[in-house]
């Protein structure tokens, strides 16, 4: 296939995933059912946290996460007691436990006390070729605090050659606006141009059929190809193939 007709297929098939009936199936629901700009990036961040394993799995624990943040996930972290944090001490999704939980709860308080917020850290710390310099920064600023360090490993470190999926479909969701609805594009201050696709089984597989990717592991190195092969067929919005590539791996077993 060439370059043409490469852009072409992956063109109609973010057109057909990148529709609002993906949201019910997605995890991505999650923020969609806030409107305070606060809520929707707090309840996105930690719903992309615990996004790995099984999809119906990681959207009943994100549920049950905004249910014990009383589903006001910013009010709970920014006027929080300590005795409020008592009952997210058994929350569980895989490694990810109330311990966990209760350090993303104290550390985004400290983001949003400190450092104005989640998007003025990213968008402070970012630069003219991608995001994975600011998210290396926020890990830093989000485990400033006294922390447990088992909790580390669920923020992801890209120049520890990561491919932070996860963190780069948070920011996928934060700063890529769509016509359809998906994506909410409530973070201004960055752009589109610098999100890097989220980079997991799925999307490395059918990248690699397609040609768009060589390397064999989904690190950091492997990130920074496919970001490479996306920015050639469109430069102003590349992760909108992560629909493509997702769609074809889950929907269609491409």
């Known amino acids: 296939m060439n370059k043409k007709d490469l852009k072409e297929f992956l063109d109609t098939k973010v057109d057909q995933y990148n529709h609002p009936r993906f949201i019910d199936s997605d995890p991505i629901q999650i923020p969609h059912r806030f409107s305070k700009k ?30 014990l943040l009383d589903q006001a996930p ?35 308080h400290h983001i949003y006390k400190e450092h104005n917020g989640l998007e003025a850290i990213f968008s402070k710390h970012s630069n003219n070729k991608n995001l994975q310099v600011a998210i290396h920064q926020f890990k830093k600023n989000f ?15 890209p120049l520890k050659n990561s491919a932070a999926k996860r963190i780069n479909m948070f920011l996928r969701w934060m700063v890529r606006k769509d016509q359809n609805g998906v994506d909410f594009g409530i973070w201004k201050s960055i752009s589109p141009a610098l999100l890097s696709c989220p980079l997991d089984v799925h999307s490395g597989n059918v990248a690699r059929k397609l040609k768009l990717l060589k390397r ?3 690190d950091g190195k492997a990130l920074l190809e ?29």
């Open 38 to 67: 606060e809520d929707i990036e707090i309840s996105a961040f930690l719903t992309a946290t615990i996004a790995w394993g099984n999809r119906k799995s990681i959207i009943n624990n994100a549920n049950k996460m905004m249910e």
């Open 74 to 108: 910013h009010d709970f972290i920014m006027n929080h007691h300590q005795r409020d944090l008592e009952k997210l001490s058994p929350f569980v999704h895989r490694t990810f436990n109330g311990n966990d939980f209760i350090q993303f709860v104290e550390s985004l």
């Open 143 to 157: 485990f400033e605090i006294d922390h447990l360090e088992r909790t580390k490993k669920h923020v992801s470190d």
């Open 216 to 218: 064999k592991q989904n």
């Open 226 to 254: 496919l970001d490479t092969s996306l920015r050639k067929l469109d430069s102003t919005d590349p992760v909108k193939y992560d629909f493509a590539l997702f769609g074809l791996g889950v929907f269609e077993a491409f």
